[in-house]
Nanobody, 124 residues
Framework: QVQLVESGGTLVQAGDSLRLSCAAS????????MGWFRQGPGKEREFVAT????????LYADSVMGRFTLSRDNAKNTVYLQMSMLKPEDTDVYYC?????????????????WGQGTQVTVSS
């Protein structure tokens, strides 16, 4: 199995930048796709961004495109979500996710492993 450890969530002000990290450990593979989802109270889990290990193919939600940048350090099995120009509506619990295979998908049900979530709060 794969374990995901998230870090970086905190309280920030609108317009600020924040970087989230997710480190994968355990039985990782060269084709492990990693990404981020977010979910608020009473809402469905929402796709944010994902990136494949080989080739670095990325997908972004329309709501974050141009503001969020996803990258990964394959040597460290770590993915980074660089968030800029944060808005109050970005406030949510952010979950790291991973799936076996090198294809990035938006659908949450295609991901096999999940982190425990890290809280991002944007105040204004």
């Amino acid at each position: 199995q794969v374990q995901l450890v998230e870090s970086g969530g905190t309280l920030v002000q609108a317009g600020d930048s924040l970087r989230l990290s997710c480190a994968a450990s355990g039985h990782t593979s060269s084709s492990l796709t990693m990404g981020w989802f977010r979910q608020g109270p009473g809402k469905e889990r929402e796709f944010v961004a994902t990136i494949s290990r080989i080739g670095g193919r990325t997908l972004y939600a329309d709501s974050v495109m141009g503001r969020f940048t996803l990258s990964r350090d394959n040597a460290k099995n770590t993915v980074y979500l660089q968030m800029s120009m944060l808005k109050p509506e970005d406030t949510d619990v952010y979950y790291c996710a991973a799936r076996s295979g090198n294809n990035p998908y938006r659908e949450s049900n295609t991901y096999d492993y999940w982190g425990q979530g890290t809280q991002v709060t944007v105040s204004s």
